[in-house]
């Protein structure tokens, strides 16, 4: 099956390509530390989405487990997803009064390519954790939601 990034230009239609993501987000990836899968099984467009970080190591996030919430619209993957904190985040591309990730301050979303993935989302933002600007952010108490 061609990837929505395949260089033969095949198009993958958008409910292959998140049956694509969700078999890939319930196998695992890397390390564990990033996870997500459907939130809704019996939504059959498949629209909302759970994802999980846990927190980078030397960070003021390491060992914090943060929930998000991923909404791809019928225009996905051509347009990225909403995506939002579920668990209290203190982070410059966050929007601290209701989670949301303001995409002009988080570079894979406001420079979105049909080939991203809510995977990609997910392992940059972690990184965005672990960035400069980030890592020593005071934090809200741990188990606190929007």
Known sequence: M????DPSGVVVPRNFRLLEELERGEKGIGDGSVSYGMDDADDIYM???TGTIIGPHNTVHEGRIYQLKLFCDKDYPDR????KFHSRINMTCVNPENGLVDQRKFGLLSN???EYTMEAILTQLKKEM???????LVQPPEGTFF
């Not at 990225?80 to 995506?83: E, F, G, N």
């Open 2 to 5: 061609a990837s929505s990034g």
């Open 47 to 49: 629209r909302s989405w």
């Open 80 to 83: 990225p997803p909403t995506v």
């Open 112 to 114: 979105w390519r049909r």
């Open 130 to 136: 672990a960035a400069s600007h980030n890592r020593k």
